[in-house]
């Protein structure tokens, strides 16, 4: 089995930030990328940012220069800064890894359960 533990949602201003924290944890034997994606009500889930497993990072255009990606390898992790938060990055956030479980030979996606993320004055 494997789970993928998010947290770090809740309510912000404009303007402010928070921080997601996604561990991922079980019979892991690798993870190659991970990544937020995340979905508002009425739209579909869409890339926020990825980053792969020698750091390489990928953004949405509408969250460059204010959110950051990063990973802890030794940890299974990855976390999302967010900064200067507007209100139409309010949505549900998912964490996303893929990963290569132990005895199994190919890699494949798992998700998160979601964590809300709401920005409102």
């Known amino acids: 089995q494997v789970q993928l533990v998010e947290s770090g949602g809740g309510l912000v201003q404009p303007g402010g930030s928070l921080r997601l924290s996604c561990a991922a944890s079980?019979?892991?034997?690798?993870?190659?990328?991970m990544g937020w994606y995340r979905q508002a009500p009425g739209k579909q889930r869409e890339l926020v940012a990825a980053?792969?497993?020698?750091?390489?990072?990928n953004y949405a255009d509408s969250v460059k220069g204010r959110f950051t990606i990063s990973r802890d390898n030794a940890k299974n992790t990855v976390y999302l800064q967010m900064n200067s938060l507007k209100p139409e990055d309010t949505a549900v956030y998912y964490c996303?890894?893929?990963?290569?479980?132990?005895?199994?030979?190919?890699?494949?996606?798992?998700w998160g359960q979601g964590t809300q993320v709401t920005v409102s004055s």
């Open positions: 996303n890894a893929n990963l290569v479980r132990v005895g199994v030979p190919l890699s494949r996606d798992y």
């Open positions: 079980g019979s892991i034997f690798s993870i190659n990328a």
């Open positions: 980053i792969t497993r020698g750091g390489s990072t």
